[in-house]
Each structure stands twice: as C-alpha cells, then as structure tokens.
Nanobody, 127 residues
C-alpha cells in the first residue's frame, strides 16, 4: 500500500548532524506507524526510533535518546530523522519502515512487525 524512499544520508564528522527523510507514495500514509532502523553488514536490523500514526507517540533506542528526533509530516507523506551529535557508532545503513495501524497506536521496535521498507540510505560518521 505504501512505497518508501529514503534520502539525506551522507558522510559527516563526529559531532555533526544529518537529517534523513523518508517519502511515501501511496494511500493511507497517515494511518501508518513508522520507524527508522539501522543495519550494519552481517548484522540484524536494529531499531532506532519510531513514531505512531498519531504523530505524538514516539520511542527511541537508548543509544540515540537526546540526540535523534523522529517526526512526520502527513501532509507531505514524509517521516524524518534529525540526527545530532553524531558518533562513529551511528555509522550504518538507515531504513525507513512502516506498518498499517489500527485504532490503538503501536510503536514497535521489532523489525518483523514492519511490512513496508525503503531501500536504505548510508550514514557514515568519521572521527
């Protein structure tokens, strides 16, 4: 129902910032719970941040709390991840993901709960 495309990745120095964007095509975007995951070569995808369809409910991995902010703009069918105070450990491919919500808002950190994924965007943080 939704096709996701990420952008905004790149190379930055430690302490710098990036803003990732995920643009969705398709209907019902405003009803989707969305999240960002990261993945390093040979490892499972790891939850970074999620935001419910309400645009209010959020959840962050401990490693990014206070540094990253997830937001969404339903009018533009987009979700964003503002990443500040970047560290070399943040280096990974970042994926946008979503699943259709229900009456209750669900912000899941489980990759298996998401059935729509973007192609990923590379974030590299140098020291």
């Amino acid at each position: 129902q939704v096709h996701l495309v990420e952008s905004g990745g790149g190379l930055v120095q430690a302490g710098g910032s990036l803003r990732l964007s995920c643009t969705a095509s398709g209907r019902r975007f405003s009803s989707y719970n969305m999240a960002w995951f990261l993945q390093s070569p040979g490892k499972e995808r790891e939850f970074v941040a999620g935001i419910g369809w309400d645009g209010i409910s959020t959840y962050y991995a401990d490693s990014v709390k206070g540094r990253f902010t997830i937001s969404r703009d339903n009018a533009k069918n987009s979700v964003h991840l503002q990443m500040n105070s970047l560290k070399p450990a943040d280096t990974a491919v970042y994926y946008c993901a979503g699943f259709l919500g229900s009456s209750a808002v669900v912000v899941s950190g489980e990759a298996d709960d998401y059935d729509h994924w973007g192609q990923g965007t590379q974030v590299t943080v140098s020291s």
